[in-house]
């Protein structure tokens, strides 16, 4: 079982920044890929916003690439994963979800945090 507590969401203008956090415990051990999704408003799916692997892999979306930037650390029981998120665009409201992956095919979702750009 792993728990993850995501921090960092809110309001913010156009062309202002954020940083999410995510923080898993539990079993970490087997998880070899962590991410960020997001879900706009009045659509159905996640769509991966980027995600970095155990050994430093990164797969950032074309739709933030150059604006986000995923990073993590990680300790013996524990591993974070940090979303910066520069020059915000409206298009990027959303509810952004943490999500990790386990050998063996078990995944995790965080609760969610929302993410709101607006004058």
């Known amino acids: 079982q792993v728990q993850l507590v995501e921090s960092g969401g809110g309001l913010v203008q156009p062309g202002g920044s954020l940083r999410l956090s995510c923080a898993a415990s539990g079993r970490v051990f087997d998880i070899y890929d962590m991410g960020w999704y997001r879900q706009a408003p009045l659509r159905t799916q996640r769509e991966l916003v980027a995600?970095?692997?155990?050994?430093?892999?990164?797969?950032?979306a074309d739709s933030v690439k150059g604006r986000f930037t995923i990073s993590r650390d990680s300790t013996s029981n524990s591993l974070t994963v940090d979303l910066q998120m520069n020059s915000l665009k409206t298009e990027d409201t959303a509810v952004y979800y943490c999500?990790?992956?386990?050998?063996?095919?078990?995944?995790?979702w965080g609760q969610g945090a929302q993410v709101t750009v607006s004058s």
């Open positions: 995600s970095i692997t155990r050994a430093g892999i990164t797969n950032i």
């Open positions: 999500k990790t992956f386990h050998y063996g095919g078990a995944v995790d």
